[in-house]
C-alpha cells in the first residue's frame, strides 16, 4: 500500500500540498487529474471493446472534466493519433519522427509498453506505469497505458490545469516556530551565566521544543488533510462512474480501480460504492507518519548540533580563530576546498546513502524517502548463511560477507607477509658492504613498483592464460598438463597472490633499505664486542631500529591490500563464481552491476570501520610514534 498521500498515486487532492513541500518532490498527481486520467484510459479501453466511438466519448469525457485541457489517445503499435480534444489534432494521422510532439508521444507510449512488459515478467512492480510532470506554468501532464487483450498497445495522455495550492501557511507556521525558538535562544544565552554547559542544555531543550511544536502541528495537519482527501476523491468518483457509464455504454465499471498508486495498483481505500476504509487509511497514515518522523528525528539531530555548536562557545572560538590566523587560513583554503569537495563530501554522501535503500530504479527519490535506517548493516552483519542449498547439493555462499571478509583477511595476511619478508630480506641483501652491480640490483628490483599496477595486473594474466600462458608451458616442459587457474577458489587465489607479492616487495624493500641505512654502525660494533652472533644482531639491533619506520609501512601495506582493487578484479575477476571477491570488489559490483547504492554505500561504510579499528589498535598496541 502506498505511503500516506503519496504524491505519485493518481488519487488525491490538494489538501496534502503540505506535505509535498516538506518532501521536496518534483512531480505531483492531484486528485482531479488523477481520477481523469483513471477514467481516460477506461474510456479508451471501453470504446476499444464495445465499439463505440472513441472521439465522441473522449469530446464527452472532456466536457465533463473542466480541469482538462487537453486529453489524446495514442495507438503505439500502429503509431496513429486515435483520439485527441485538441482542435489543430488530425484524429486518425501517422504519427511522424519529425515532429517534436508526435516523438514525445510515441516515446512515452513505449517507455510505458516496456514498464508493463517488464513489471509483469518480474513478478513486481518496480517501473513506473504512470508518469507526471509539471511544467513551468504549473500544469500537469500524465500518461497511462491503455491495455488490449492485456498487451499494452496505447497510451492515454492527459493535460491539466495548474490547480492553486492550498495550506501553504503551514510552513509559515513552521517558520515562525524556527524564529520564535532562535529568538528565545537568544534572550536565554543573554540570561545565562557564562558557563556554556548551561547554555547548551537551554539550547537544546529549546530546539527541542520547537521541532516538537512543528511536528506536533504538521502530523495533526495531515491527519486531517488525509481524511478530507480520502472523503473528497470517494465522493467525485461515483460522479466520474456515472460519466463514464454515460460516455461508453454497455461497459462495466469498477472506479474503485481508479483509485490507484503509480504502478496502477489499487490501493483498497475507497471500495466502487464510494465509500472509504477507516482502516486503511489509518494504515497509510502511520506509514506517513513513520516517515515524517524520520524527517522529524533528522531535523532534530541537526538542529541540536548547531546549538551545541553555537551554545558551547565552538562557533565563536571558530570565528576569533579564523579572523587570527586569517592570512594561514587564506593559503591552505585552495586545498582545504579541494579536500571537502573531493574527499568528504563524496564519503560523507556515502555515509548518508548507507542509511537508505536507494536503487537504480528509486534514484530519483529524495534520502528521506528510502531511509530504512541500520536495515542494510543489519542484512550485511546478520547473514551467517555460509552454505546454501541448491539442487539439493550443500554449496558455499560466495556472496556471503563473512566469506567475502575471511577471503579478504588472509588475502591481506599472505600479501603483506610476503611483501613484508621479501622487501626486508632483499634490503638486507642489498645494504651488504661491497655488493657488486648494487645500482643495477636496485634500479632492476624497484621496477615492479614503477610499473602501473592495472598493466602488471593484465600482464600477469597473460601468464596464467590456459592454452598459451607462459606458467602453464613451463608446467607442461616439466610433464604437467595445462591448469584452469581460475576454476578453483585454491588456484584462481595463488593468480592474485602472485600478482599482488610481484607488486608489493619493491616498497618494502625501499623504506626496509632506507631504514638499515640509518642504523649507527657503533651499534653492530659494540654488539660484536658483547659476542652477539648475526641472528642475534639482527633481533637486538636491526628489528628495534627498523620498527619506527616498518610499522607504519606496514599498516599501510596492509590498507591498501585490503583494498586491492585492481588485482583481483582484472586478474581473477573474483572466480569462481565469486570465490576470490575482496570487500571491496565486492562492493563495487554491489553498486555498478546490481545497482543497489545504498546497500553498496553501507558495505563499503563497513569496510571503513574496520580499517579505522585496524589502525588504531596496530597504532596502539605497537607504539610505533612513540621514538618519532
Known amino acids: 500500500q502506498p505511503p500516506l498521500l503519496d504524491v505519485d498515486h493518481p488519487c488525491r487532492d490538494d489538501v496534502g500540498m503540505a506535505l509535498d513541500e516538506v518532501r521536496q518532490r518534483r512531480l505531483e498527481i492531484v486528485a482531479g487529474s488523477g481520477r481523469a486520467l483513471g477514467a481516460l484510459v477506461d474510456v479508451a479501453e471501453g470504446a476499444a471493446a464495445t465499439g463505440n466511438d472513441l472521439q465522441q466519448a473522449l469530446a464527452d469525457f472532456v466536457e465533463g472534466h473542466p480541469d482538462v485541457v487537453s486529453a489524446r489517445v495514442v495507438d503505439v503499435k500502429k503509431r496513429r493519433l486515435v483520439a485527441s480534444s485538441g482542435a489543430s489534432d488530425e484524429v486518425g494521422q501517422r504519427l511522424q519522427r519529425k515532429n517534436p510532439e508526435h516523438k514525445v508521444w510515441f516515446d512515452t507510449g513505449q517507455e510505458l509498453r516496456a514498464a508493463v512488459d517488464t513489471n509483469r515478467e518480474d513478478g513486481r512492480k518496480w517501473k513506473d506505469e504512470i508518469l507526471a510532470e509539471r511544467d513551468a506554468d504549473g500544469r500537469l501532464s500524465l500518461a497511462a497505458p491503455v491495455l488490449t487483450d492485456g498487451e499494452a498497445t496505447g497510451v492515454a495522455l492527459l493535460t491539466s490545469r495548474a490547480r492553486p495550492e492550498t495550506l ?8 515562525a516556530a524556527w524564529v520564535v525558538g532562535l529568538g528565545l535562544f537568544l534572550v536565554v544565552g543573554r540570561l545565562l551565566a557564562e558557563e556554556g554547559r548551561q547554555r547548551a542544555l537551554a539550547a537544546g531543550a529549546l530546539v527541542l521544543l ?16 488525509r481524511l478530507a482527501a480520502e472523503t473528497s476523491v470517494a465522493a467525485r468518483l461515483t460522479e466520474d462512474a ?10 462495466a465499471v469498477d472506479p474503485a480501480s481508479w483509485d490507484a498508486d503509480r504502478f496502477r495498483t489499487p490501493r483498497a481505500v475507497i471500495s466502487a460504492a464510494g465509500d472509504v476504509d477507516a482502516a486503511a487509511v489509518e494504515s497509510g497514515f ?27 562557545g565552538s562557533a565563536l572560538r571558530l570565528w576569533r580563530t579564523l579572523v587570527q590566523y586569517r592570512e594561514a587560513y587564506a593559503f591552505v583554503a585552495p586545498a582545504l576546498v579541494g579536500m571537502l569537495l573531493l574527499v568528504f563530501f563524496p564519503f560523507l554522501y556515502a555515509i548518508l546513502l548507507s542509511f ?22 543489519v542484512d550485511i552483519l546478520s547473514d551467517f548463511e555460509l552454505v546454501k542449498e541448491t539442487d539439493g547439493q550443500q554449496l558455499t555462499n560466495y556472496d556471503n560477507f563473512y566469506w567475502t571478509l575471511g577471503f579478504t583477511i588472509v588475502w591481506t595476511i599472505t600479501n603483506v607477509a610476503m611483501g613484508v619478508g621479501l622487501g626486508l630480506l632483499l634490503a638486507l641483501v642489498l645494504n651488504t658492504k661491497g655488493l657488486a652491480f648494487k645500482p643495477i640490483y636496485r634500479v632492476l628490483l624497484i621496477l615492479p613498483w614503477a610499473v602501473p599496477n592495472y598493466i602488471t595486473a593484465l600482464m600477469w594474466k597473460g601468464l596464467f592464460q590456459k592454452q598459451f600462458g607462459v606458467v602453464n608451458q613451463v608446467v ?9 587457474w581460475w576454476d578453483t577458489p585454491f588456484t584462481s587465489f595463488i593468480t592474485v597472490w602472485a600478482t599482488n607479492s610481484w607488486l608489493s616487495f619493491p616498497f618494502m624493500m625501499v623504506v626496509s633499505l632506507g631504514a638499515l641505512q640509518s642504523i649507527p654502525a657503533d651499534l653492530y660494533e659494540a654488539a660484536r664486542v658483547d659476542g652477539a652472533n648475526r641472528w642475534q644482531q639482527f633481533r637486538s639491533v636491526t628489528l628495534p631500529s627498523l620498527k619506527p619506520a616498518l610499522v607504519p609501512a606496514v599498516i599501510l601495506s596492509v590498507v591498501w591490500t585490503f583494498n586491492m582493487f585492481n588485482i583481483v578484479f582484472l586478474v581473477s575477476e573474483g572466480d569462481p563464481g565469486g570465490a576470490t571477491e575482496i570487500l571491496v570488489t565486492q562492493a563495487f559490483k554491489l553498486f555498478y552491476e546490481e545497482y543497489r547504492y545504498g546497500y553498496a554505500c553501507a558495505y563499503s561504510t563497513v569496510i571503513f570501520g574496520i580499517l579505522l579499528v585496524y589502525g588504531v589498535w596496530q597504532n596502539r598496541t605497537t607504539k610505533a610514534y612513540e621514538g618519532v
Open 168 to 175: 501553504g501557511n503551514a510552513w509559515g507556521a513552521a517558520l
Open 210 to 225: 520547537t521541532l516538537g511544536g512543528f511536528a506536533y502541528f504538521m502530523v495533526g495537519q495531515l491527519k486531517e488533510d
Open 242 to 251: 456515472e460519466r463514464f457509464r454515460a460516455a461508453v455504454q454497455g461497459t
Open 286 to 312: 502511520a506509514v506517513a507518519a513513520g516517515r515524517f518522523a524520520r524527517i522529524f528525528a533528522l531535523l532534530t539531530g541537526l538542529g541540536l548540533a548547531l546549538a551545541a555548536f553555537v551554545g558551547l
Open 356 to 377: 537508505t535503500e536507494q536503487t537504480l530504479y528509486n534514484v530519483d527519490d529524495p534520502p528521506w524517502e528510502v531511509f530504512v535506517g541500520f536495515a542494510n548493516f
Open 476 to 484: 607442461q616442459i616439466f610433464g604437467g598438463e595445462p591448469i584452469a
